[in-house]
């Protein structure tokens, strides 16, 4: 008796009866061979346990370090990172306006990639960083000044209360 394929079991629930069988070859007929229904109950309740998989996998162990468009954070790049127009931008060509919030992450994620970085939100990888491999990531700070502080001091202050920190839960998207 040869099984056909191998998925040869067959499920009919007909008028509120549940029959379940399997379909084989012998002799070059196909026939039909009913499974009693013990025999079911006895397969299903072996099944493993499945893990349930999020969509989108949480990755800890990040490395994140808050930078602004300084002299300080970028160094050269500063005033290099200008376009035409006299505005800041990023290795991606992004304009940096007050208020944008983006990832400077590693090559491996192409520009666009969105991350959802806890602590600081989703938002788009638009930039690198010669330090920036593995598990390291930079989140921008560029906001406007509140006080007597220029913006860009006041958006230091803010990377520098981000701080660098560490085992920070990064969701890729």
């Given amino acids: 008796m ?4 191998k998925s040869t079991c067959l499920v009919v629930v007909m008028f509120g009866v549940f029959i379940a069988g399997s379909v084989y070859q ?3 007929d196909i026939s039909w061979k009913t499974i009693p229904a ?3 109950v006895r397969t299903v309740s ?29 160094g050269v790049w500063a005033t290099r990172g ?5 505005s800041r931008v990023t290795s991606s060509q992004h304009v940096i306006k007050y208020g944008t919030k983006l990832i400077a992450a590693p090559k491996k994620y192409a520009f666009g990639t969105k991350m959802n970085i806890d602590g600081y939100g989703t938002w788009t990888v638009e930039d690198r960083g010669g330090k920036i491999q593995g598990n390291k990531l930079d989140v921008l700070f560029f906001e406007k000044s509140p006080d007597h502080r220029t913006d860009l001091e006041y ?6 209360s981000w701080g660098r ?6 969701e890729v998207y």
Avoid: M
């Fill in 38 to 40: 013990q025999e079911i």
């Fill in 82 to 86: 200008v376009n035409t127009e006299g």
């Fill in 155 to 160: 958006s230091h202050q803010l990377a520098l």
């Fill in 2 to 5: 040869d099984f056909i394929g």
């Fill in 26 to 28: 012998q002799n070059g």
């Fill in 46 to 74: 072996k099944v493993p346990e499945v893990e349930r998989v999020s969509k989108v996998p949480e990755v800890e162990g990040w490395e994140v370090t808050g930078y602004c468009p300084c002299e300080k954070c970028c």
């Fill in 165 to 170: 920190r560490k085992n920070v839960a990064v």
